[in-house]
């Protein structure tokens, strides 16, 4: 684009910037505060003296010596056995991420390519499961769950996440299949390939960028589920999400705030992690909906 | 492709949705119909020397055990759920519109309802976060999309940190800093004055708390995709129009406007959506109290130790019938595209 179009009055620019260095402070800002009073104690991080005592760590020095305490940690990790929600947490994310991606590719591919009327109204159909909130269809599971003794395991709890994913996954696949060439498949085809040998052989090697994009929204679906993992899981089997929740019904004991505390920074760092990597792709993912309609 | 080969390559999603989406909305629409069985009572004349006899009633826990084993949804009540008290209240609603003094009596009377004051919730929340989060996102977006290369990467990375993180972490996080012992918090209360200012006591304060909470949360979703659509604005329509001298607002009005219409369609239609099962942001902020929404309050009939799961569906089926509604507009508009296409 040339200079004269994106050239702006100072007035505008200035107030742009000041705009955005503001909505970065707001964005940021809880998370430093949060994982630097994750290293303090109750007394500093939620401090009635003074404020300045969390950055300081005036309680921390007097009860363990030192600035920095690993004890919210401790007692988040080993003591309440969080490390036992974030097993639970991979298996559930793991599996369910695989499933729905397998699911869905199958299923969006024949979308794109099937230009009858129904595969249309599939579409429209997953547009409205996708609009249900999940609460409404956990209380229709929930009394059959019981009855068939499928309540409180973690396969049911996966294979709920993947349906509730499916709707998304399919829009999401479909509209990247569509961006892969017809020719390419039909040339397959052609040359004696059945319709499932030239999606194994020309489309897979191919659908990896789309895949991997819609992979991790599904890991976000998973993994930040707090609706049907809270009501589908018995006490062993939970998951991070509701095992936070659980923290806080014990908040009144005096340090059982930091275990929450250091659970909700140890639960934040896989996510930061993945934008660290994937910026690029959850970004193209969120577009990809848009561009299409 | 043919309709056989279709089949087999949709079946697994279609299964999938069938049994976990598809069969959830009408076992909702059954178990809706029906109520919790009545504990089965016994009636037992009881004598002491002093008092004489009385009859005294007491519950015969094997017997209620065994009606609840055999008749797992309970007794039939018809659309007797629908009406009582907890959900549309017809006789509340009557009785409160005849003897309230004006509109404002009336709602205020509404409100103590528990669904109706649910509703009331989920909608504020819903239409006054879905424009505010198109506003913000467009001027956050065009904000980044003058500064300089080297700051778009990491304030993007930056911008993504509260969409990505769990709702129900998100929420925990500013809930602990709006604590009074927080930094939030104990700023405002230096700031106005007040030593006992606390944002979540009022109705008002916590309703504020939790939309700026979702703003907080959906505000780069509207940021990305927006910017995202400035980057493919037409930049030779622009060109023409500065050489044809069309001012910068005429640029914007005529080019920018309209080639990100449809990008305010699509962040109105899923901020819609997902702002209307707000649910995790109640539970973070430990709302209850004075916030509740559709979601949550089916959450707390499931979860309440007699799972009241009558009352939890019929609750269900309404917020579906709400989705529809929202939806409505959307699929019609479809509908007709579709149509216009083919015709």
Known sequence: MSAAVTRRPPAVALIATVLVVLWVVLAAFPFVWTVWG?????????????????????????????????????????????????????????????????????????????????????????????????????????????????WGHLPTAIIVLVAINQPFTLWMLH??????????????????????????????????????????????????????????????????????????????????VMFAVAAVVSATVPLFILILFFQRQIVSGLTAGAVKG | ????????????????????????????????????????????????????????????????????????????????????LNHLAFAEVAEAWRTSEGLVDFGGQLMNLPFYKALAFT???????????????????????????????????????????????????LFWMIDARGIIGSSLQELTGDPNLSLKASPALTWLTLIVYGVWHSAPFGFIVFYAGLQTVP??????????????????????????????????????MDNFRVFEPIVGFSAAANATSLSYFIYADLTDINARFGSAAATSVLTVIGVAILLAPVLVRTWRDFNRKRA
């Open chain 1, 38 to 150: 994750s290293f303090k104690v109750q007394g500093d991080f939620f401090s009635k003296a003074d404020w300045t005592y969390a950055l300081t760590g005036v309680r921390t020095m007097a009860e363990t010596g030192s600035p920095f305490t690993g004890a919210g940690y401790e007692g988040a990790w080993v003591e309440r056995e969080f490390w036992r929600a974030a097993v639970n947490t991979m298996i559930v994310v793991v599996f369910t991420v695989i499933i729905s991606l397998t699911f869905g590719t199958l299923g969006g591919y024949a979308l794109a390519r099937s230009g009858y009327r129904y595969a249309f109204w599939l579409l429209m159909i997953a547009l409205v499961f996708r609009a249900m909130p999940h609460i409404t269809l956990v209380s229709g599971y929930l009394l059959p769950f019981f009855e068939w003794n499928l």
């Open chain 1, 175 to 256: 509209s990247f299949f569509l961006n892969i060439p017809k020719d390419l498949d039909e040339s397959a085809m052609v040359d004696g390939c059945t319709r499932f040998q030239a999606f194994r052989h020309v489309i897979v090697p191919v659908m990896w960028p789309g895949v991997i994009t819609t992979g991790l929204f599904s890991f976000l679906l998973a993994y930040n589920d707090f609706a049907v993992t809270a009501t589908l899981l018995s006490q062993q089997n939970q998951t991070m999400v509701p095992k936070i929740a659980s923290f806080l019904g014990s908040t009144q004991v005096e340090g059982n």
């Open chain 2, 1 to 84: 492709m043919p309709h056989r080969t279709f089949f087999w390559f949709i079946l697994p999603s279609l299964v999938a949705m069938a049994l976990f989406i598809a069969f959830p909305l009408v076992s909702v629409v059954a178990q809706s119909l029906f109520v919790e069985h009545e504990q089965v009572l016994i009636e037992s004349e009881v004598c002491d020397p002093f008092t004489g006899c009385r009859k005294e009633l007491t519950v015969d826990a094997v017997a209620t055990a065994q009606l609840r084993e055999a008749q797992p949804l309970g007794r039939f009540n018809g659309l007797g759920t629908y009406t009582d």
């Open chain 2, 123 to 173: 909608l504020t929340y819903t239409f006054v976060v879905t424009p505010l989060v198109i506003v913000l996102g467009l001027a956050i977006a065009l904000g980044v999309n003058g500064l300089p290369k080297l700051f778009k990467g990491p304030t993007i990375f930056v911008s993504l940190l509260p969409m990505i993180v769990t709702p129900l972490i998100g929420s925990l996080i």
């Open chain 2, 235 to 272: 930049s030779e329509t622009l060109e023409a129009a500065i050489v044809d001298g069309a001012s910068r607002w005429e640029r914007i009005r005529y080019v920018v406007i309209p080639h990100m219409a449809p990008l305010v369609v699509f962040v109105t239609l899923i901020q819609l």
